[in-house]
Structures are given as C-alpha cells and as structure tokens.
C-alpha cells in the first residue's frame, strides 16, 4: 500500500535550504510516529511530496496508519494510492474503470488529473478521454464539474502514475522539531489542551508544567490528556511532564494575600515557577491558555501585571478566541471529553478580584509571602517522560493482567472513542462493553459488583492504571485483558 503525503502550503514557500531541512525532518516524525504499526515502514521524497510505502493490507490496519498520518504535524494531505507505470490514457482508462465503475452508479462525477513530468499529452486530454470512457462504460447520472458527487482524482509524476483511492485532510502546520521547544502550563481544562495542540502543531516540541492543586486524582486527570496530546499528535519527540506540589504556595495565598489580589499573583507564582523550571531545561518560552477577558485575572492590565514577573516570552495562542471556539478545536483534536471529566481545583476564590492590578498594591502584598514556600515547591517537582507517564503510575502497586477470558468475565474496552471506532473490539462467544476511561469513574459503580471486569486497552497500559485506582476505590472485581 502506497500513500502520497502533501505538504502543508506554508512549507512549499519557505528557501530551498529551509524546506529540505523541514521535509526531512517530515520524513523522520512519519518513520517514528508509523514504525509501532509496521517497522518496514518507508518515507521518501525530497523536494513537493512524500511518498509513504507500508506492508499493511488489512483495511483496519491501513485505516489506523491513515489515521496517524493525518495527525501528523506539517501534512496537509494524505492520498490512498494504487501506483502504475505510465504507458499511455487508455490505459489510465482501464485502471479508472476497474475501481470506479460501480461506485458511480447514480452518480455524478468529474475527473480531476494533477500531472508534472514531460509527457505528449496535457492534464485535460487524460481528463476527458477518461472521464469520457466512464460515462460509456458506466451507469452514472453524468459529469458535473463543479460539487460532483465522485472525484476520479489521478496523480501523474513522470513515468508512472497514481490512482487516488482515498484522500484525507492532515494536520497541517509545520513538522514537530523544526521550532524552538515550549513549556506550556497545562491544568487538564479546555483552554490549555488546546493552546498545548495548537503549538504542536506550529513544529513546536511542547512539554508540560503541571501545578497540582488538587492531589494524586488531579494529576492523574491532567496526566491522561497529557498523554493523549503526547500520543495522538506528538509522539514523532520525547516530551517531559513536569509536576510542581503547589498546594503549600496556594495556602500561603489564602492566609497572607488580600482577597481581591489572591488570583493575580497565584498566576505570578505560576510564570515564577515554571519560568524556573523552563530555563533549567533550556526552553526559552512559556505556552498559557489565557484568552483576553475570559476571567478576571485575563484583562489587559492584569496579564501585563503577570507577565512583569519573569523575562521570558509568554505565548498565548487562544487570545482572542471565543469560548465557544476553543471548544469547537477540543472537540475536533479529541480533548473535550478530557474536559468535560476532569475534576474543577479552584485554588483561589476572590469576592471581588482585581481587574485591574497596580503593580504597587501587587508588589506590596507579596511582601508577606514566604517565599521559601515558592523555592521548596520547585525543589519537590517532578518530571517525567510523557511515553512513561502511565507506567510511572503503575509501580505503586501490581494488577491482575489475564491473557485469556473466563466463561463469566466481562471485558471493558475502555480506549478513547476515535481509537474504538477504527479499530473495534471483538472476542468471540464473550460479552464486552464501551465505557471509555474517562466514564470510568462514575459509570463502574453503577454495574452489577457480582461481576468480574477485565479492562482493555491497545497497550495495556492506561487499562492497568484504571484498574488500579478502581482497586483503591474499593472495587475488588476488576482485573486487565492483555491478549
């Protein structure tokens, strides 16, 4: 199997030197991302497109290599493709037909042909003597050129030629690795999974600067979507998670602040810390979820009294956005439903926050903070590879991983929706349920506990995690499949 990768427009512009170096750093993020799926794996092409050859020939495997193209950073497009040697248009004929015939009965249809090479022939001959050939041959409604209901796409290149079996939108953006790395300040909510995407997909390696506020529950919370952002659109890079303990620094706040000044400077603790960490690992800038105006501490006069606070540039890529528009792209890039479960930490309450933040009354309040409560924070963090987030979980305690099934077990398949429509569960002769692992929580109490549950995951990893922390809770009847 074949595919053609279309680069993202804005590569196709930039200097000779600068689009070889981001094509081949493309190259490298599809061989990483792809290599788990087939380790034989190719990706070539210097210069316009790529070209994607895998040994996979079952349509659920190709539909999940698909799947991970298309979350690839840097690709506009990707083109299912049967590839031909060029001998002449009839024979192009021929091809078109054996694929297309049936599909276009009823139908309307055009044919579209992009061609480069020298041939004796334009891209409108092959066009009309094909599409010309179909409508003999066919049963279809007739031509329309413009909203047909078929595409009959054909992709000449020099002596051979392609015929487009399917064609899927990418990513875009530029390939990760090709811009300076970020550290974005993340809590599991809308805003900041969403700007952590988006400067991922700008080529940005983004890691992760966690404040936990909230216990074990809302790091595991905010480790999971981590995960998924890692995995589904970052995984060509090792990226690093890192938690900063900032329960004692919220409780500093809460017994020396003012009230209406509580939220600011919690922000100003935040850039402080995570501008520590981030110059210890050589990053040079700070990713935030703010949008102008969204809360009380998001006006102008406030960000500006927060970003006095350290010398690194803050990027906020949602600043303008609408609400309704950053959840729009969390639903699109898969982390709404992250959103929606995570437990809500409101670390500070004020009455009747600042909107306004003088610098002054900002300064003097802080006088009365401890500030080696700040330093021993930073001191106590820690950090992780995000490929190792889940496993790091499971050393605390071992879980029952069963390769076989009893008669009376029920298997959860508790992967993300998108992975579980691609690709779904079966066993034969046993029952299984759809509980994704963020319902988990809520939906495993209300089944019935005379039960025994094996949770499935494609790795087993996040299964094992979800089976633990059901242990915890006290559900003893519950162990992971692992086949």
């Given amino acids: 199997m074949k595919f053609i990768i279309k680069l993202f427009s804005e590569i196709t512009i930039k200097s000779t030197p600068v689009r070889k170096r981001f094509v081949k750093q493309l190259r490298r993020n599809i061989r990483n991302v792809c290599r788990p799926l087939d380790e034989q794996i190719t990706a070539t092409g210097t210069w316009d497109i790529i070209y994607v050859e895998t040994v996979l020939s079952e349509r659920p495997d190709i539909d999940q290599l698909s799947e991970r193209l298309c979350c690839i950073p840097g690709i506009h497009?990707?083109?299912?493709?049967?590839?031909?040697?060029?001998?002449?248009?009839?024979?192009?004929?021929?091809?078109?037909a054996a694929v297309w015939l049936d599909a276009?009965?009823?139908?309307?249809?055009?044919?579209?042909?992009?061609?480069?090479?020298?041939?004796?022939?334009?891209?409108?001959?092959?066009?009309?003597?094909?599409?010309?050939?179909?409508?003999?041959?066919s049963k279809a409604a007739g031509v329309r050129l413009k909203n047909p209901d078929i595409k009959v796409e054909i992709e000449i290149k020099n002596d051979c030629y392609f015929m487009v079996q399917?064609?899927?939108?990418?990513?875009?953006?530029?390939?990760?690795?090709?811009?300076?790395?970020?550290?974005?300040?993340?809590?599991?909510?809308?805003?900041?999974?969403?700007?952590?995407?988006?400067?991922?997909?700008?080529?940005m390696t983004t890691h992760f600067c966690f404040f936990n506020l909230g216990g074990h529950a809302h790091e595991l919370a905010v480790k999971e979507v981590a995960y998924y952002l890692w995995s589904q659109y970052a995984a060509s890079h090792r990226v690093r998670f890192v938690t900063i303990p900032f329960e004692g620094v919220v409780?500093?706040?809460?017994?020396?602040?003012?009230?209406?000044?509580?939220?600011?400077?919690?922000k100003r603790m935040m850039l402080r810390a995570a501008t520590a960490v981030a110059k210890e690992m050589k990053i040079q800038a700070?990713?935030?979820?703010?949008?102008?105006?969204?809360?009380?501490?998001?006006?102008?006069?406030?960000?500006a009294v927060i970003d006095s606070v350290t010398d690194m540039l803050v990027l906020r890529p949602l600043i303008t956005?609408?609400?309704?528009?950053?959840?729009?792209?969390?639903?699109?890039?898969?982390?709404?439903?992250?959103?929606?479960?995570?437990?809500?930490y409101c670390a500070v309450i004020s009455k009747k926050p600042t909107t306004c933040a003088k610098p002054a009354k900002i300064m003097a309040e802080e006088a009365h903070f401890n500030v080696s409560v700040m330093d021993a924070a930073i001191e106590s963090r820690?950090?992780?590879?995000?490929?190792?987030?889940i496993a790091d979980d499971l050393t605390r305690e071992a879980v029952e991983v069963v390769s076989q099934v009893g008669k009376n077990e029920i298997i959860i398949d508790i992967r993300h929706p998108s992975e579980e429509e691609i690709k779904p569960f079966t066993l034969p002769n046993h029952?299984?349920?759809?509980?994704?692992?963020?319902?988990?929580?809520?939906?495993?109490?209300?089944?019935?506990?005379?039960?025994?549950?094996?949770?499935?995951?494609?790795?087993?990893?996040?299964?094992?995690?979800?089976?633990?922390?059901?242990?915890?809770a006290g559900h003893d009847n519950v162990g992971v499949y692992q086949p």
């Fill in 251 to 266: 409780e500093e706040i809460l017994n020396k602040i003012e009230n209406s000044q509580m939220g600011v400077i919690l």
């Fill in 382 to 389: 820690r950090t992780v590879s995000v490929h190792d987030i």
């Fill in 104 to 137: 276009l009965t009823d139908k309307t249809f055009a044919v579209r042909v992009h061609r480069s090479g020298n041939h004796d022939f334009r891209s409108i001959d092959v066009e009309r003597l094909v599409g010309g050939g179909l409508i003999e041959r």
């Fill in 321 to 344: 956005m609408d609400k309704q528009d950053i959840i729009n792209v969390a639903s699109r890039i898969g982390t709404e439903v992250f959103a929606k479960n995570i437990p809500e």
């Fill in 286 to 303: 700070l990713v935030t979820g703010e949008a102008i105006a969204q809360v009380s501490s998001q006006t102008l006069p406030n960000l």
């Fill in 77 to 96: 497009q990707v083109l299912e493709v049967a590839e031909h040697p060029l001998t002449d248009i009839e024979d192009i004929l021929e091809k078109a």
């Fill in 166 to 203: 399917r064609r899927l939108n990418g990513l875009g953006g530029y390939p990760l690795g090709t811009q300076d790395p970020v550290l974005s300040l993340i809590s599991g909510g809308f805003d900041s999974t969403v700007s952590s995407f988006l400067m991922s997909r700008r080529g």
């Fill in 431 to 472: 029952k299984a349920l759809t509980i994704p692992f963020y319902q988990l929580a809520t939906r495993f109490s209300e089944l019935d506990a005379g039960n025994y549950y094996l949770l499935y995951c494609e790795k087993g990893l996040m299964s094992q995690l979800h089976a633990m922390h059901l242990r915890d």
